[in-house]
Structure formats: C-alpha cells, structure tokens
C-alpha cells in the first residue's frame, strides 16, 4: 500500500512534474491575472485533471474560445465533463504534444501552461526541445497577448527572459500550494 503510493507519487514527479493537483490558491492566482472583460483565445497546456479548466470554463464568457491541450489522454474523462456541464462555453481537448498547437502566428491572446518545463532541460537534445516550447509560445500569441506559467523553483525564468528578449512583467509566489509555485507574468 505505501510502497504503491510512493510509487505513484515518484511517477507524479518524474513524468508530469508535480505531486498533486495545483490548489485553488494557485489557480486564483494564475487565472486572475487574465482579462475576461473582451473575447479572448485562449490556449492551456498541460491540463492534467483541470483545476485551472474548470476555473477558465466557468470564468470565460461565450465569444471566447480555449484550447485544451494535454499529451495524455488519461486526463480525457477529466476534462470531457468539465466540457459536458459547460455546454455553451466553446471548448476544444487536444490530444497532442503543444508544440503541434503552436503553428498559427498572433493567435492567443491568453496562453496558460503547467508545463514542467525544468523536466524538458533533462532531455536528451539538451535544451533545444524547450528552446522550441518558449519560441512557439511567443510565435503564437497576439502582440499584447499573455503568457502564464508557474514552476515550484524559478529554473527556467531566464530561458522564458531569454526567448521574449525582456524580463517578466511580474513574477508572484504563491506559498499555499504543494510545493510552494512561482507564477510567471509574461506580456508579448
Ligand atoms: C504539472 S502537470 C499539471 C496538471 C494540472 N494543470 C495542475 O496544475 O494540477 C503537467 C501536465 O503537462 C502534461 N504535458 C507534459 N508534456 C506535455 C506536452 N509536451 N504537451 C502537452 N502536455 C504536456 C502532462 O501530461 C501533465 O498532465
């Protein structure tokens, strides 16, 4: 039984980048830096179960559209009801890897990620896969677009810094969350 959950916990960490879900501290934090007041596309990566989905659903208005992005269809179920009990809010699950969401130049006006992007820099091609991730993310969003991210330790921050050509708009830390997140503000 131990062993099982900690076995759990140890795939947790290495594939998705986390422990448990983020907190609802977390998801306020990110989500409440978005403007809803106007029509908005917005793209989420790295949905998983859809603590920050659910919060985008509730909060965006009808001519909006967000994009759901999760490699894993596991997170299906998740995600489909979520949909399903929002059936006015226009709502897309993507199946795939972001990188083949990030094609259309000036598109998002909001992209929100949990990627684990400190678990990409341990891949075998270095840091080009997340050199590619951080310039997809620029290439697709609007001018004035926003770029939200949360990491538990600040590791990649200069590669994000790096990619815009400036240094973050804001950077917030939000101690009620396991672990304790840092949440990027990134403006194009
Ligand atoms: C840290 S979890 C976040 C889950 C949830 N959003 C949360 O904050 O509780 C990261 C998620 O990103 C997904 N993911 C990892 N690499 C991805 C990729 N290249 N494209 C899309 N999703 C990816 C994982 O499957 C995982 O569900």
Same mark, same amino acid.
């Given at each position: 039984?131990? &062993? *099982?959950?900690?076995?759990?916990? +140890?795939?947790?960490?290495?594939?998705? #980048?986390l422990?448990v879900g983020s907190s609802g501290f977390l998801v306020?934090?990110m989500?409440?830096?978005? $403007?809803?007041?106007? !029509?908005?596309?917005?793209?989420? &990566?790295?949905?998983g179960? #859809?603590p920050f989905?659910?919060?985008? &659903?509730? +909060?965006?208005?009808?001519?909006?559209?967000?994009?759901?992005?999760?490699?894993? =269809?596991?997170?299906? !179920?998740?995600?489909?009801?979520?949909?399903?009990?929002?059936?006015?809010?226009?709502?897309?699950?993507?199946?795939?890897?972001?990188?083949?969401?990030?094609?259309?130049?000036?598109?998002?006006?909001? &992209?929100?990620?949990s990627?684990?992007?400190?678990?990409?820099? +341990?891949? *075998?091609?270095? *840091?080009?896969?997340?050199? +590619?991730?951080?310039? #997809?993310?620029?290439?697709?969003?609007?001018?004035?677009?926003?770029?939200?991210?949360y990491?538990?330790?600040?590791?990649?921050? =200069?590669?994000?810094?790096?990619?815009?050509?400036?240094?973050? $708009?804001?950077?917030?830390?939000? !101690?009620?969350n396991?672990? !304790?997140a840092?949440?990027?503000?990134?403006?194009?």
């Amino acid at each position: 039984m131990a &062993i *099982n959950f900690y076995k759990k916990i +140890r795939r947790n960490i290495n594939e998705d #980048g986390l422990i448990v879900g983020s907190s609802g501290f977390l998801v306020s934090n990110m989500v409440g830096k978005i $403007d809803f007041g106007q !029509p908005l596309r917005i793209l989420e &990566i790295g949905s998983g179960k #859809g603590p920050f989905t659910k919060e985008l &659903i509730r +909060r965006m208005s009808t001519d909006s559209t967000l994009d759901v992005c999760e490699i894993k =269809s596991e997170y299906n !179920p998740w995600i489909e009801r979520l949909m399903k009990s929002n059936p006015s809010k226009k709502v897309k699950l993507h199946n795939s890897c972001v990188t083949e969401l990030l094609t259309t130049a000036n598109y998002y006006d909001v &992209i929100i990620s949990s990627l684990p992007l400190k678990n990409f820099t +341990r891949m *075998n091609d270095q *840091n080009a896969f997340l050199y +590619r991730v951080i310039e #997809g993310f620029k290439f697709a969003l609007s001018d004035g677009g926003i770029y939200l991210q949360y990491q538990y330790f600040k590791s990649n921050k =200069s590669d994000i810094e790096a990619v815009f050509g400036k240094e973050m $708009d804001k950077v917030d830390f939000v !101690p009620l969350n396991i672990l !304790p997140a840092f949440v990027y503000s990134m403006t194009k």
